[in-house]
Nanobody, 124 residues
């Protein structure tokens, strides 16, 4: 099993920035695609951003384009989500996930491993 641990969440105000981190236990981290998802109370889990195994391919949900940036540092077994211009609607538990296939996807069933999540709360 691969363990994923998210960190960096917190309580912020509208317009603030946060950087989430997700560190994997696997030495083969560099072969996995990585994704970020979020889930608010009473809502379905939704795709946020994904990045291919090499970091060369990224894509984002329309709701976060221009505000969020996904990146990875394979030497550190870590993927990041830089979140700028936060809005109240960004409030959710944010999860990172790893896909052994190595290419990014927005579909949760295609991810093999999931972290436990980190809470992001944006107040107005």
């Amino acid at each position: 099993q691969v363990q994923l641990v998210e960190s960096g969440g917190g309580l912020v105000q509208v317009g603030d920035s946060l950087r989430l981190s997700c560190t994997a236990s696997a030495r083969t981290f560099s072969s996995y695609a990585m994704g970020w998802f979020r889930q608010a109370p009473g809502k379905e889990r939704e795709f946020v951003a994904a990045i291919g195994w090499s970091g060369g391919v990224t894509y984002y949900a329309d709701s976060v384009k221009g505000r969020f940036t996904i990146s990875r540092d394979n030497a550190k077994n870590t993927v990041y989500l830089q979140m700028n211009g936060l809005k109240p609607e960004d409030t959710a538990v944010y999860y990172c996930a790893a896909a052994r296939a190595g290419w990014p996807t927005e579909n949760p069933p295609e991810y093999d491993y999931w972290g436990q999540g980190t809470q992001v709360t944006v107040s107005s």
